[in-house]
Every structure is written in C-alpha cells, then in structure tokens.
C-alpha cells in the first residue's frame, strides 16, 4: 500500500505563487509516475501535471509555462510549483502516484487532497 500526503495549499492572490508537496510512504519500490491532478466540485478530475521515474515531464496545455513538477527521490517527495496562478487554477489539488508496465496502470493512489484558492 502507498500513503499520500499533500501540503502548501492555501489562499493566495491572483499573479502569486504557491508550491505544492506530496510525501509518499509505504511499498515504493514500483512507483514510476508522480503526478498531480485537480478537481472543482461537481466537475470532471483534471490532469495538471507529471513525472517520470526518470524524471521526464508532462503538463496540461493550461498550466504550462506557469506550473512546474519535480521531485526528491531521496525524500520520496514530488512538488508543483505554481508561478502566475489565476483564478482559474481554484481547485481541490490531488497528488497522483502510479505504476505502469508497457502502459498499463497497476496502481494508482491518490492523496486526500489540498486546497489551492486564487483570488482577483
């Protein structure tokens, strides 16, 4: 079993910055994706943003150029900072661990989730 935990959510305004942790804990060993997701109440969960094992990196077209994914292998630790944030980025941010083979997801754990807040 893999734990999550995320942190650093908070209020911030509009063209501020925040940086989001996820600590993971537990059987680690096949984790080869670290991500992070987001999510408004009622609304579909999105992609925001991932890392390779070998640190290779993916983001939605709505947050690249601002947002920035990476990660501590030693501290088992994944961050997203998150540079210009709008309002649009208010969300429920979830922290994604996953393992793959040629595709195919054999896990996938989520954190509880922390809350991020853009004002105008």
């Known amino acids: 079993q893999v734990q999550l935990v995320e942190s650093g959510g908070g209020l911030v305004q509009a063209g501020g910055s925040l940086r989001l942790s996820c600590t993971a804990s537990?059987?680690?060993?096949?984790?080869?994706?670290m991500g992070w997701y987001r999510q408004i109440p009622g609304k579909e969960r999105d992609f925001v943003a991932n890392i390779t094992h070998e640190g290779s990196t993916k983001y939605a077209d709505s947050v690249t150029g601002r947002f920035t994914i990476t990660r501590d292998a030693a501290k088992n630790t994944a961050y997203l900072q998150m540079n210009n944030l709008e309002p649009g980025d208010t969300a429920v941010y979830f922290c994604?661990?996953?393992?793959?083979?040629?595709?195919?997801?054999?896990?996938?754990?989520w954190g509880q989730g922390t809350q991020v807040t853009v004002s105008s």
């Open positions: 537990g059987s680690l060993s096949s984790i080869n994706n």
């Open positions: 994604n661990a996953r393992g793959t083979i040629v595709g195919h997801v054999i896990f996938d754990y």
